[in-house]
């Protein structure tokens, strides 16, 4: 498992866990990121917010902080 904030742009990957506290695991689960959902990195700079694209083409962005909370792990292309 990795941060989310340090996967390259275009790797696809799925939420493992997500640290931090409830407010923070509420206000993302409400926004669609939850433990399971799978993820594209659109863009990622070294700093700045992280685009992200997933359930049939929304886009996210997430300050890096918030990317730090969350856990995941890459998705071979086997798994497309």
Known sequence: MIPLGMVAPGARVKVVAIHGGGRVRKRLGDLGVTPGTELQIVQSGGRGPILLAFK???R???GRGI???IQVEPLDAESE
């Open 60 to 62: 996210l962005a997430l």
């Open 67 to 69: 990317s730090l909370k």
């Open 56 to 58: 049939d083409d929304a």
